[in-house]
């Protein structure tokens, strides 16, 4: 009797700011130890109370989640390169093997790599790059490079 005296007050704000029945106000009143404003907010929004999940993680368990992310980074980039890599070797592999197939034209072709990596200057293999030259430069190429040197000196002068 004495907690409904002293809710009596309280009572009547909850019912009218509420929807309440005076059983309901004093059992929600009860469960906020008597505190009418919890009462009327628990009515406005029953979610109000309900306190957010604090994600505390000790020091040990966000240095594992560390070493956990920089492990997945570090091994997303290994399988990439990975990839890149055999991507790589495939196109060489296409490229090693179309060589051999016009090599096959040309008998008098010694340049044969990994093995001979060098052959006459004057070879008539379009995919020979001739001699090998001091300065790991091929001979073929060395043509090249002054013709094309001729085509740019050409396309300035214009």
Same mark, same amino acid.
């Given at each position: 009797m004495?907690?409904n005296?002293r809710?009596?007050?309280?009572?009547a704000?909850?019912k009218?700011q509420?929807?309440y029945? *005076? #059983?309901?106000?004093?059992?929600k009143?009860e $469960?906020?130890?008597?505190?009418y404003?919890n +009462?009327? /907010?628990? =009515?406005l929004?029953?979610?109000f109370?309900?306190k957010?999940e604090?994600?505390?993680k000790s020091?040990?368990?966000k240095?594992?989640?560390?070493?956990?992310?920089f492990?997945?980074?570090?091994?997303?980039?290994?399988?990439?390169?990975?990839?890149? *890599? #055999?991507?790589?070797n495939e196109?060489l592999? $296409?490229?090693y093997e179309?060589f051999l197939? +016009?090599? /096959?034209? =040309?008998p008098?072709?010694?340049?044969?790599?990994p093995?001979?990596?060098t052959?006459?200057?004057?070879c008539k293999?379009?995919l020979?790059p001739?001699e090998?030259l001091?300065?790991?430069?091929?001979?073929k190429?060395?043509k090249?490079?002054?013709t094309s040197?001729?085509?740019?000196n050409?396309v300035?002068n214009?």
């Amino acid at each position: 009797m004495n907690n409904n005296k002293r809710y009596n007050g309280a009572i009547a704000l909850i019912k009218s700011q509420t929807n309440y029945t *005076e #059983e309901e106000a004093k059992e929600k009143l009860e $469960k906020w130890e008597g505190n009418y404003m919890n +009462v009327i /907010k628990e =009515y406005l929004n029953p979610n109000f109370n309900k306190k957010k999940e604090v994600n505390t993680k000790s020091t040990n368990e966000k240095m594992m989640y560390e070493i956990r992310n920089f492990m997945d980074t570090a091994n997303a980039g290994y399988l990439r390169r990975k990839k890149e *890599e #055999e991507k790589k070797n495939e196109y060489l592999k $296409k490229v090693y093997e179309k060589f051999l197939e +016009v090599k /096959k034209n =040309y008998p008098d072709c010694k340049y044969n790599p990994p093995g001979v990596v060098t052959c006459d200057t004057d070879c008539k293999n379009p995919l020979c790059p001739g001699e090998l030259l001091p300065g790991n430069i091929y001979s073929k190429m060395k043509k090249n490079e002054v013709t094309s040197n001729k085509e740019k000196n050409e396309v300035i002068n214009l």
